[in-house]
């Protein structure tokens, strides 16, 4: 028997929530921490095994700073084990808040496909928790992979979301 998979969220969709272990701070990052406040970019990673996730959460957290005063807040997740990532951002710190996901359930519920070997996903949401953007990294085909979103275009979307 198989399954079909769940379609990714779609602007217009509710943001499911999550609450993972912080990457970079003790505690749990949670999306619930941001509802009602402010919008929020999420970005969704395969894992730090991968190169183009690593360049990706760079360019993140760079643009990060970016997003800030128009505010727009940042997350990351990362399919990884906590104690793995800790250890890699000890040595390539950002201040992004991250999480570490293990299991994949953050990109289950947001419907990322499960055959993609690099993935970059992200959804800005207001801060009602409906998504108003999303892009996935592979979607266009396998010339799409490892391709970094243009800065300008995170910071356009992130940046026309009602507030």
Request: hydrophobic share 35%; with cysteine.
């Amino acid at each position: 028997m198989t399954t079909t998979p769940p379609r990714p969220i779609q602007p217009g969709d509710r943001a499911p929530g999550f609450s993972l272990p912080a990457i970079n701070r003790e505690g749990a990052v949670s999306l619930d921490e941001y509802r009602g406040k402010q919008p929020v970019l999420v970005g969704l990673f395969r894992g730090l095994h991968c190169p183009f996730c690593r360049r990706h959460l760079v360019q993140l957290s760079a643009t990060q700073e970016k997003l800030k005063p128009a505010g727009v807040e940042t997350l990351g997740v990362v399919n990884t084990t906590l104690e793995s990532a800790r250890l890699y951002f000890k040595y390539r710190p950002t201040k992004m808040p991250l999480a570490a996901d293990p299991e994949a359930s953050t990109h289950r519920a947001y419907g990322v496909p499960e055959f993609q070997v690099a993935d970059t996903s992200q959804w800005p949401y207001r801060r009602e928790g409906i998504v108003r953007w999303a892009h996935i990294e592979g979607q266009e085909g396998i010339s799409d992979f490892g391709k970094a979103l243009p800065e300008a275009e995170i910071l356009a979307a992130a940046c026309s979301l009602p507030r």
